[in-house]
């Protein structure tokens, strides 16, 4: 597929990580991280639909019903609001960082999406044990220089996470021509033209919830209504989908396709692809020599 495609939509987007690397490069990411975040598996993800990092699309649809993840999906477009919430959490860079995260923790839930909100849950969700989860607590460990040694051998001190290093990524996914909708369960898609992608990122059964949950029978009903109005339908999940195996989608295993950091403390080890279209690309199998 080498032309935009017309429609790229997230429906349960998270911080749409699979969006920012097709519209700006396999560089690009979410300034705060996620459980759950594809960033890892962007690349493999995209090369299975036939899309390639920075390929664009026209215009994106992102479901998402967390607020906070909300906000800062706004921002995503529009580069004013953005910088501002890049320059407001420079203003707290002087502040204890406990002392500061627990304060902006204490103005309670997402109040709206304006610049102030979009840099109070970002900063809050950056300082987190799970980042992107306020409610996980303080990680204290983010903010303090601790030892490391690197994959030499070489032992230094790692630099703590100032609000300045945030406030650097902050414009960086910015300028996404996106709509925004809080449940992707109550959008019935028009007749969609060739070339429109749905992906859809779920809880994965058996595995830590979100805060949101949305049950199996769901995910495989959002799929089908998908692909119904015309859409090349992808749903992410840590085993093939029966339901729509059933019906004759097929199935990719990328689990071997992660790029960066492995999920060494997950339950959840395998990554697999349930699709209503032949996948474009498929992972090599590496054969064992033993």
């Known amino acids: 597929m080498s032309e935009r495609a017309p429609l790229f939509v997230e429906l349960c987007a998270g911080l749409a990580s699979m969006s920012l690397v097709l519209q700006h490069g396999a560089h690009c990411k979410p300034p705060v991280s996620r459980m759950g975040n594809k960033h890892g598996y962007a690349l493999a993800i995209l090369r ?4 390639r990092p920075g390929q ?18 706004h921002a995503y477009t529009d580069p004013a609001l953005m910088r501002e919430a ?4 420079r203003g707290w860079k002087d502040e204890d960082p406990r002392a500061l995260w627990e304060r ?34 303080f990680n204290v460990g983010v903010t303090e220089a601790t030892a490391w040694t690197d994959r030499h051998g070489n032992v230094g001190t790692r630099p ?4 300045d290093k945030l406030a650097d990524m902050m414009p960086r996914p910015a300028g996404l021509p996106a709509t925004i909708a809080p449940d992707a369960r109550e959008i019935t898609p028009p007749t969609l033209p060739p070339g429109c992608v749905a992906y859809c990122d779920p809880p994965y059964r058996g595995t830590t919830g979100y805060g949101n949950d949305l049950p199996r029978t769901e995910v495989v009903e959002l799929a089908r209504r998908w692909a119904d109005a ?5 749903v992410s999940e840590a085993e093939p989908i029966p339901e729509l195996v059933e019906e004759g989608w ?12 492995k999920r060494t403390f997950s339950k959840q080890k395998r990554e697999w692809l349930t699709m209503n279209r032949p996948p474009a690309w498929v992972p090599p199998v590496q054969e064992s020599l033993f």
């Open 86 to 89: 890049a320059e407001i959490i």
């Open 160 to 163: 703590p996470s100032t609000p």
């Open 104 to 137: 902006l923790r204490a103005e309670g839930p997402i109040r709206d999406f304006g610049a102030r909100e979009v840099a109070r849950w970002s900063l809050t969700g950056w300082w987190s044990f799970r980042r992107g989860e306020p409610d996980s607590g």
């Open 48 to 51: 299975v639909m036939g899309l």
């Open 230 to 234: 015309g859409a090349a339908v992808y």
């Open 56 to 73: 664009r699309a026209e215009q994106y649809l992102w479901c998402e019903p967390d607020a906070g993840c909300r906000a800062l999906l």
């Open 250 to 261: 097929h199935t990719v295993e990328i689990t071997s396709t992660r790029v960066g950091q």
